[in-house]
């Protein structure tokens, strides 16, 4: 325990702790999945329709508290109000759709039977599911997993950030008030220690993790040892290729615009610009120039030529450090980078070429307003470039020849391959990626089926 931060809510525009609360007991934690243990039967055993009744009020009480939520991720990790805002929406659509579309998506599958029998698979709960949830998506996150558990039939323990005690808390209360029932949603201000105690219980059915490559694989290595399902969604470096554009000036706002979504703070931000050459050269000028004209502002109105602050000094750090490396080796930094002075996580949004293979920046995921941008002299080259990394969650091509874009793309090794759009983020929509970003979906149909018991039921006739 000596070695994890505190649950606290420090204000990363002014580096001000806002408050502080202690680690859960270890009877706290055991009273908590005792109550799940004792809350799932009961839930699992009401109908569907009717755990899909709870859903909606779940869903109608995100989009009724949207703004008063917002106010909380904005303290806590510094995102833009109406960004929160619009996240808190994105939830409550999350668990609309598993309300309104879960039901069908849990109905027996009927399977080919010899003579008059009976076959059928049916789609069960498991238990009691554990999540151990990300700063930079708050509630969107914690939607994805308890929405389609809960309407399954299982029961769900969050484990949240340290930096969201507020965020968190406000879920389960919300959840609550909309007719969750009691001990079958609830947030646990846990250690390191009593989250490898959860997984090794073998009152914990499945294990969710979204963060960083490093939390994966623990989690993992202790599910794998206990026999625990898990899902991994983890660490991204999306290529995002630009084979042509007959505006390459707005091909290049467009994905600054992406980039400077959440301050860059997303999985599956478009952190590698491959380009062209031919018009490469238009494309990064476009990028300085939009990059140029920011300057800090308060996250809770900001303003058009204003940027946020990352979660944390120490993200902003490591931020810098990856840059300054990245320079030293030969890199071009052409704006950008500059570490605001004082206790804030104020970095500003940069823009860099020249990257190549001995800098840092080529191989690790950079989580924050940073634009790397690659030029390229043919298809094969962007593919080549695309792939080569560790990472494999999403990527997007885009260009004037859609037949050309979707060649590239078929050839990208991710999980969300896109032809000339960023990203399919809808609830419908399954996330999730390969090699080092994970395994496992989130969302969907695919999501709904990762902690189901896929039972076969037969009858002989």
């Not at 009593?194 to 963060?211: C, E, H, N, W, Y």
Request: with cysteine.
């Amino acid at each position: 325990m000596s070695n994890q931060p505190p649950y606290q809510v420090t204000n990363p525009a002014t580096g001000e702790v806002l408050a502080t609360f202690p680690y859960a007991g270890d009877a706290e934690i055991e009273q908590a999945l005792a109550s799940a243990v004792d809350a799932q039967n009961a839930w699992a055993a009401r109908s569907v329709e009717e755990r899909a009744g709870v859903l909606t009020a779940v869903a109608d009480a995100f989009d009724a508290k949207a703004d008063e939520l917002a106010k909380l991720v904005t303290t806590e990790m510094g995102k833009k109000l109406s960004s929160a805002a619009g996240e808190a929406r994105f939830a409550a659509a999350i668990f609309r759709y598993y309300a309104t579309e879960g039901p069908a998506l849990l109905a027996d599958q009927p399977l080919s039977a010899p003579g008059s029998d009976v076959a059928v698979v049916q789609r069960r709960p498991i238990g009691v599911v554990l999540g151990v949830m990300p700063w930079n998506y708050p509630y969107y996150q914690v939607a994805r997993f308890a929405a389609p558990n809960l309407l399954v039939g299982n029961t769900v323990l969050i484990k949240h950030a340290e930096n969201c005690p507020w965020s968190s808390a406000a879920i389960a209360d919300l959840l609550s008030e909309a007719g969750v029932p009691a001990g079958a949603f609830a947030n646990v201000y846990a250690t390191f220690d009593q989250i490898g105690s959860l997984i090794a219980d073998f009152r914990i059915q499945g294990v969710s993790v979204t963060g960083s490559e490093r939390a994966g694989a623990a989690v993992a290595a202790q599910a794998g040892r206990h026999l625990t399902r898990v899902v991994l969604e983890l660490g991204g470096s999306d290529p995002y290729v630009v084979l042509d554009a007959e505006d390459p000036a707005a091909a290049a706002r467009d994905a600054w615009r992406i980039r400077m979504s959440n301050m860059g703070q997303a999985c599956n931000s478009n952190k590698r610009m491959i380009v062209s050459r031919d018009i490469h050269d238009q494309f990064l000028a476009s990028l300085i120039e939009q990059a140029t004209s920011l300057k800090p502002g308060d996250p809770t109105d900001l303003g058009a030529d204003e940027f946020a602050p990352v979660v944390s000094r120490a993200a902003a750090l490591t931020l810098r450090d990856q840059i300054t490396d990245a320079v030293e080796k030969g890199a071009t930094l052409h704006v950008g980078g500059t570490l605001a002075e004082g206790p804030g996580a104020y970095i500003a949004p940069a823009v860099i070429s020249g990257v190549t293979e001995q800098m840092r920046i080529y191989h690790e995921e950079v989580f924050g307003p940073v634009a790397v941008v690659y030029p390229v002299d043919s298809d094969e080259e962007a593919v080549r470039l695309a792939n080569d990394i560790r990472y494999g969650l999403g990527g997007s091509v885009f260009s004037t020849d859609e037949k050309r874009a979707a060649e590239v793309a078929q050839r990208l090794e991710c999980g969300m391959a896109h032809v000339n759009t960023f990203s399919a983020e809808t609830p419908e929509m399954p996330f999730g990626g390969t090699k080092a970003s994970g395994f496992g979906r989130e969302l969907g149909a695919l999501g709904i089926d990762e902690f189901t018991n896929k039972r076969l039921y037969y009858v002989a006739r």
